[in-house]
């Protein structure tokens, strides 16, 4: 699939679910907000976004745009994979669009975590891989849409730091169409088990 294909895709996938800006979010919605990220979130993503678990994704500076999509998703119970379904369809369900967009907007404006140094001797290779892809297997550079240093946009999740361990499992839901996004699948489909871990570890390794 042409990086071009992929990137109208999942544009369009995106802003199909419409989003909140942060100037239209009232005082009170943030309030509550924080009380939901300080007294619930916070259990499994860690304070202010932080994750000590890496089980559980670092939320802390991720862009407010694809937050807002995810928990659209789990309400909707449009995302299916494990945790999602075991944790996060309840968590979203009680949540209206304006707390969508406030929780979204807290967890943006936290300071990212710091990223956690790789003993993996894979690094290397997963730096090449997410800059450059393999073109030998028709996969195209990570760095295509989620930026050169894995900041991500507005479009595309930031994954600079998050840990391996869920960014691995998160790979292989889009491979196995757990979550059922067909630009990620056909990205996946075509990776390796082994550069799937050589990225994960590269992009852990990230600081913020």
């Avoid at 745009?65 to 979203?92: C, E, H, T, V």
């Avoid at 790789?118 to 393999?134: F, T």
């Amino acid at each position: 699939m042409k990086i071009a294909t992929i990137i109208s895709l999942s544009l369009a996938g995106l802003f199909s679910v419409g989003v909140t800006v942060a100037q239209d979010i009232g005082a009170e919605d943030r309030q509550a907000a924080l009380h939901i990220a300080v007294t619930t979130c916070a259990t499994c993503h860690g304070a202010g976004g932080r994750s000590i678990s890496p089980k559980f994704p670092s939320l802390a500076g991720q862009h407010a745009s694809y937050l807002i999509a995810q928990l659209k998703n789990f309400k909707l119970q449009s995302r299916g994979d494990p945790d999602a379904l075991g944790y996060m369809w309840g968590m979203a369900a009680p949540l209206n669009d304006e707390l969508m967009a406030a929780l979204a907007d807290y967890y943006n404006r936290q300071q990212p975590a710091n990223g956690i140094a790789s003993a993996s001797n894979q690094v290397a290779l997963g730096r090449d891989i997410y800059a450059n892809g393999v073109a030998a297997d028709g996969i195209p550079a990570c760095a295509a849409c989620h930026g050169p240093d894995a900041q991500g946009t507005d479009a595309f999740p930031r994954l600079r730091g998050l840990s391996a361990q869920y960014s691995l499992k998160q790979l292989r839901s889009f491979k196995n169409n757990l979550r059922d996004v067909a630009t990620m699948h056909g990205v996946v489909s075509g990776l390796k088990t082994a550069d799937m871990k050589a990225v994960v570890d590269y992009l852990q390794s990230l600081g913020p």
